[in-house]
């Protein structure tokens, strides 16, 4: 079955600064890979998410990149203020059913 | 906006009990999703329900999980006989699955506690 593998486990930066998490996966028919927040005490939110047939998203702050022949995709958060300290679930799925969870990152945003 | 809803917010439980974790899906939504967080682990997918049946399950799901859609509204998931292993967050999920849209919404959880 489907592996996904999430770094950093924990993530510290400098409000204004940019963070990146990384995800590899192993399933190469995988073709659906979306980013959760999740807030102390709160449910995971979609923040956003990327199909295989596109190599980069854009919303704002928050970027996603894909590169299907190394299996691997990538959380980009520009410009980080507090509020965005969470943590952070990739997922993969190659059915749009069953979503295979990374290990998450906590990320901590200092003013 | 719509959200996921799910009762109760916490569940304690004596080991071998049976429990029944209840979830109110966003209403024009078609597929149900349940996965479980380990304290400390990763989220995990338990299983998806489409059309009144399963449509996919995770090894984790065996005999002693159950999944049902007992009316229009709400859907449930009963663990016949908890173990203390069984004691972790719950989360339903559901999507509209329309072609290409696949986001699942997530509900607050249920925290099972198996004493």
């Known amino acids: 079955g489907e592996n996904v593998e999430q770094h950093p486990s924990t993530l510290s930066v400098q409000e204004g600064d940019s963070a990146v998490i990384k995800c590899t996966y192993s399933?190469?028919?995988?073709?659906?890979f979306p980013w959760y927040k999740q807030e102390l005490g709160k449910r995971p939110q979609l923040i956003i998410d990327?199909?295989?047939?596109?190599g980069e998203k854009k919303d704002q702050r928050i970027a996603v990149t894909l590169n299907k022949t190394a299996k691997h995709f990538s959380l980009h958060i520009t410009e980080t203020q507090p509020e965005d300290s969470a943590v952070y679930f990739c997922a993969a799925s190659r059915t749009g059913n069953m979503l295979t969870f990374g290990g998450g990152t906590r990320l901590m945003v200092k003013p | 906006e719509p959200e996921v809803t799910q009762t109760p917010s916490h569940q304690v439980t004596q080991m071998g009990q049976e429990v029944i974790l209840r979830c109110v899906p966003i209403?024009?939504?078609?597929?149900f999703y349940w996965y479980r967080q380990i304290l400390g682990q990763k989220v995990e997918f338990l299983v998806s329900?489409?059309?009144?049946?399963?449509?996919?399950k995770s090894e984790i799901f065996d005999d002693q999980f159950s999944v049902e859609r007992p009316d229009g509204s709400n859907f449930t998931l009963k663990i016949r006989s908890t173990k203390l292993e069984d004691s972790a967050m719950y989360f339903c999920a559901s999507s509209e699955r329309l072609a290409g849209a696949y986001e699942q919404f997530f509900g607050p959880g249920t925290r099972l506690t198996v004493l």
């Open positions: 990327i199909r295989s047939n596109v």
């Open positions: 329900f489409y059309n009144n049946e399963i449509s996919e």
């Open positions: 209403s024009n939504h078609l597929y």
């Open positions: 399933d190469s028919a995988s073709n659906y």
